[in-house]
């Protein structure tokens, strides 16, 4: 499996970001593909989740109405829409992928094998 993650960049508070996680070698029919972030000095936290198959989506409480993952299905190709923006949301963004992950288990970044090299995203205040 590998994962292409893009879309970082330095934006304005309040602003907006699409990311996106191209994803090839394999069937991702029964994966899931979360969003993490590290925040500097910070440990890897949990974003979002889209398991590939039925589209039910998982957010962390804190990104929740700001933030809005999905996937396209003829892409293999996850994003992340990203908006009002805030200084505090500054992070090296990672998406993952997992197979078979039960609900318990989606928001754990240890429950993902494989990895995204991740992309920058600064806010400026």
């Known amino acids: 499996v590998q994962l292409q993650a893009s879309g970082g960049g330095l934006v304005q508070a309040g602003g907006s970001l699409r990311l996106s996680c191209a994803a090839s070698?394999?069937?991702?029919?029964?994966?899931?593909m979360g969003w993490f972030r590290q925040r500097p000095g910070k440990e890897r936290e949990f974003v979002a989740a889209?398991?590939?198959?039925?589209?039910?989506?998982y957010y962390a409480d804190s990104e929740k109405g700001r933030f809005t993952i999905s996937r396209d299905n003829a892409k293999n190709t996850v994003y992340l829409q990203m908006n009002s923006l805030k200084p505090e949301d500054t992070a090296i963004y990672y998406c993952?992928?997992?197979?078979?992950?039960?609900?318990?288990?989606?928001?754990?970044?240890?429950?993902?094998?494989?990895w995204g090299q991740g992309t920058l995203v600064t806010v400026s205040s």
């Open positions: 070698g394999s069937t991702f029919s029964s994966y899931a």
């Open positions: 993952a992928a997992a197979p078979r992950l039960i609900l318990s288990m989606i928001r754990l970044s240890t429950s993902y094998h494989n």
């Open positions: 889209v398991r590939w198959s039925t589209g039910a989506t």
